[in-house]
């Protein structure tokens, strides 16, 4: 069995560091010591058992999809577009303040402050809290998920994209002249907008982590 458990070992090694994949490795090599036992009543040779017991277990792309573990490469895109969002909102709030004169001399500042109020500023903090908490979550491999039901992920998720029409129905509402919402709502909104970002964010990460 040292070539199977030699087999499995580097294969794991290919996926993420996670509470689910420590499991599912204790359950391989579980039913790879029964397997084996069952292949050597059939008077087969130590080899050819191996080789097979190997060929069973397929191969960590397998693994992967099968579980739908996230790979590093996927995980280092997603914390790349992260990064590209939060720095272009950053890049926009910096440009309204650098030209801020500007604006108000052509009397253009009202659209330039008010995108940036409530449109680059939530992107900043929800795309920002997104990013640290991916950040901490792929530094430090926490063995165990943040809900470990998948009953309240989902329901955190859902919650966070009921939050985010709520905030794109905002969005319309301030930018066209249709009233998408009540007046009541819309000043709410624009009071605790940021805060909304920042709650939106945090429901949304814990609601597709996996």
């Not at 490795?25 to 039913?31: G, Q, V």
């Not at 009202?110 to 908490?133: E, Q, R, S």
């Not at 901490?136 to 165990?144: A, Q, T």
């Not at 998920?145 to 509402?173: C, D, E, T």
């Amino acid at each position: 069995m040292q070539k199977v458990n030699c087999y499995v070992d580097k294969m794991f090694q290919e996926l993420p560091k996670s509470k689910r994949a420590k499991e599912l490795k204790a359950e391989i090599l579980a039913n790879m010591e029964e397997r084996y036992q069952e292949l050597t009543e059939q008077d087969k040779g130590q080899e050819e058992i191996e080789n097979q017991l190997i060929a069973e277990i397929g191969t960590a792309q397998e693994i992967r999809e099968n579980i739908n573990l996230i790979s590093t490469k996927r995980q280092w895109t997603v914390i790349g577009l992260q990064l590209l969002i939060l720095l272009i909102a950053i890049g926009y709030i910096r440009y309204v303040q650098i030209n801020v004169h500007i604006f108000e001399a052509m009397m253009m500042y009202y659209p330039f402050l008010l995108i940036a109020d409530i449109v680059a500023y939530p992107l900043v903090i929800f795309f920002g809290i997104l990013l640290a908490l991916n950040l901490v979550s792929y530094l430090i491999k926490p063995d165990v998920i943040f809900l470990p039901r998948k009953g309240l992920r989902n329901a955190s998720l859902a919650v966070s994209i009921i939050l985010m029409l709520v905030y794109f129905s905002f969005v319309l509402h301030v930018f066209t002249v249709y009233l998408m919402m009540p007046v009541q709502l819309m000043f709410f909104m624009l009071r605790n907008i940021n805060i909304i970002a920042g709650f939106i964010g945090i429901l949304f990460y814990l609601g597709v982590k996996k």
